[in-house]
């Protein structure tokens, strides 16, 4: 029997490839500045409610392993590359043990700074890549900051951003960055 997750990510990738497939040859994605997208790989989101923590990672091995330590799958949160393909750049992803925060970003100067304030680059997982701008059919990541909770939080659905705003405590901050959704079959 395989894990959950395992199970939700074939699901994913057999949506995603099937709505490339109908794809038309003059879609919006253009392989030479978007990358390729059959390279693109599910972000999947989990949060630990004792910790009040969200952590996104595309490794389902490191999902399975931190799920009895609290961490509990939710969704996925676009498609990222894990290769610098053109049109992307890095996000960083920062880690502070102290308050139990995972933190991404694509600002360099951020990263400086938080790593100032008890965050260090994270393996977990290392470095993706993901459009700076909306190019290539991407969607934007809202990024979203709970300060009683100390805690980072993505998301590329709109209503779940005006939801967390409105009742959980969360603040707007930015939009990080863009994926490539999850597809019509999320
Ligand atoms: C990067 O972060 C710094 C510090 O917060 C900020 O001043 C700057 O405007 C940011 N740059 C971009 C491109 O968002």
């Known amino acids: 029997m395989k894990s959950p997750a395992i199970l939700l990510s074939i699901l994913i990738a057999a949506c995603y490839q099937s709505a490339m497939a109908i794809t038309p040859a003059t879609s919006a994605l253009k392989p030479r500045t978007c990358g390729a997208p059959a390279d693109?790989?599910?972000f999947y989101r989990t949060y630990n409610s004792a910790k009040i923590d969200h952590w996104y990672t595309y490794d389902v091995n490191a999902l399975n392993s931190f799920?009895?330590?609290?961490?509990?799958?939710?969704?996925a949160l676009g498609f990222v590359f894990l290769t610098q393909e053109e049109g992307t750049a890095p996000l960083f992803h920062l880690f502070n043990s102290g308050v139990t925060d995972n933190f991404y970003t694509m600002n360099s100067s951020e990263v400086t700074a938080a790593q100032?304030?008890?965050?260090?680059?994270s393996g977990n997982p290392s470095t993706v890549y993901i459009y700076p701008t909306q190019v290539c059919g991407s969607v934007p990541v809202y990024r979203l900051y709970s300060a009683s909770g100390t805690?980072?939080?993505?998301?590329?659905s709109e209503s779940e951003r005006v939801e967390f705003i409105a009742n959980q405590g969360y603040t707007d901050v930015e939009i990080t960055g863009y994926v490539l959704p999850v597809g019509p079959c999320s």
């Open 67 to 75: 799920n009895p330590q609290g961490w509990a799958f939710q969704n």
């Open 116 to 121: 100032q304030n008890g965050y260090g680059i």
């Open 151 to 156: 805690d980072n939080f993505y998301t590329t």
């Open 40 to 42: 693109a790989v599910p």
